[in-house]
């Protein structure tokens, strides 16, 4: 059975309350000769709109054989002072939505990044624009995250999104499994593709993307298959129109003020998610 730690978190995720194992270096046989290393290089760019077959790159020991892409968390960064609104309409609202009331209070997108969203399209000239879908990142650690939680430049970023620190966000997750079922459910056609996956910045030239629900999985499996790649760091999942706040099972904020300052947000609602402090999620990936 799971424990809960003082974080909030369930003992399998927090790595400060019940830290890894450290690894042991694998028994190399004496008898076989050693095998010459391969250098990586860099993928050519594909075309923005061919769907191409993932390709594997991961070694043996970051492989997996047995992975389920349902149990893959989904990560959406947003501004503290974006919840109240969010909770408000009971939704995740892509950019584009007709359902907008009032824009959030903190846009975390440049108006140069919000428009490239919103011109590119995900599996050619008639199928919906990225800025169609609700964006998450498949790690906590993402790269455009990364630069806010460093202060560091980066176009995609608005102004305000690079004068806020890094525990003025709360990172709202759910799992793959989730948003799957409530798309199926919520469709007429059960065998359509209900979000797409891309293995890199959706707005960028060189990034695949796999729109089909038989090429999404198969890029969410190749993503998860190499734990020592940069791109699930860069990766996104995009969910066309809206995702009920229901579906997200926990909030992760950076301290206890944090903490405190959410859950009187969360009162009103049926739907509570877990608070869990974690800051890890919180601070540049070199002072981990």
Known sequence: MNEECIHGLDGELCALCFPPAAP???????????????????????????????????????????????????????????????????RLLADTSADWTDRPVVDISSPENRSARRDVRVSGADSLAVADHVPFFLSPNALVWENIRAQSLDPRLSDDA????????????????????????????????????????????ATRFGATAESADRMLQTLRADLDSDAILKA?????????????????????????????????????????????????????
């Open 162 to 205: 690079h004068d806020a620190a890094a525990y003025d966000f709360v990172i709202l997750v759910s799992t793959v499994k989730k948003v799957l079922d409530a798309q199926v459910d919520a469709a007429a056609d059960p065998t359509a593709s209900h979000f797409a996956v891309t293995d890199g910045d959706a707005a960028f030239t």
């Open 236 to 288: 996104e999942l995009l969910v066309p129109g809206e995702v009920p706040f229901g579906l997200i099972t926990l909030i992760g904020v950076a301290n206890d003020r944090v903490r405190d300052a959410v859950k009187p947000i969360l009162a009103t609602l049926s739907h509570k998610p877990k608070v869990a402090v974690y800051p890890p999620w919180f601070h540049p990936t070199e002072e981990l």
């Open 24 to 90: 042991v270096a694998p028994t190399v046989p004496a008898a076989r000769a050693p095998r010459a290393s391969r250098a990586r290089t860099p993928e050519a760019p594909t075309a923005l709109r061919t769907i191409v077959a993932p390709i594997t790159t991961g070694t043996a020991r970051t492989k997996r054989h047995d992975d389920k892409v349902g149990e893959q968390r989904i990560y959406h960064l947003t501004h503290i002072r974006n919840l109240p609104g969010i909770l408000a309409t009971g």
